[in-house]
C-alpha cells in the first residue's frame, strides 16, 4: 500500500502532465485535405490520431524531426529498378527467388485476421451461433 506522501507525489505527477499535455494538440481538428495530380505524392492520411503529426511531442524537438522525405519519383532510373526487381521476386514463378524467400512470403501473407478468422467461422459454425453471438464473438476474438 503506497504511503499518503507516495500518493500525493503521484497525484501531482499526474496533474502536472495532463497540465502538460492539455495544449498539445492532440484533439485538434483534422486539416488534411490532399489535391494532388497523379505521380505526385501525398502523404497518407492517417485516420487514427490523425491531428499527431501537429501534436506537441512529449520529448522531441518537432513532430517531423525523423520523418522520411517522399518517395523517388515515377520517372526516376531508381524507381523503374525497384520496380522492376519487385516484379521479378513477386512474379508467380520467380527464377530470382529463393525457396527460403518463398516460404517466408508464404508465411507472412497469413497474419492478422485472415490467419485467425478461418479458424473462428469453424467455432461460429461449429456452435450454431445466431448472427447477433456470431457477430459479437468475431468482434472479441482479436481483442486480448
Known amino acids: 500500500m503506497p504511503s499518503p506522501t507516495e500518493c500525493a507525489w503521484a497525484s501531482f505527477a499526474a496533474l502536472r502532465v495532463v497540465e502538460l499535455r492539455a495544449t498539445d494538440n492532440a484533439t485538434g481538428v483534422d486539416t ?60 508467380r514463378i520467380s527464377t530470382r527467388r529463393t525457396p527460403e524467400q518463398t516460404e517466408i512470403a508464404k508465411f507472412w501473407l497469413m ?22 453471438d456470431s457477430a459479437r464473438f468475431m468482434r472479441l476474438l482479436p481483442l486480448p
Open 32 to 91: 488534411y485535405r490532399p489535391r494532388t495530380k497523379p505521380g505526385l505524392y501525398v502523404p497518407t492520411a492517417t485516420m487514427v490520431a490523425s491531428t499527431w503529426p501537429t501534436m506537441r511531442p512529449f520529448v522531441l524537438e518537432r513532430p517531423d524531426q525523423f520523418r522520411p522525405g517522399p518517395p523517388v519519383a515515377l520517372s526516376s532510373k531508381e524507381w523503374a529498378s525497384d520496380y522492376n526487381e519487385v516484379k521479378a521476386y513477386g512474379a
Open 111 to 132: 497474419t492478422g485476421p485472415q490467419a485467425y478468422h478461418p479458424i473462428a467461422r469453424q467455432f461460429v459454425a461449429a456452435r450454431h451461433m445466431n448472427l447477433v
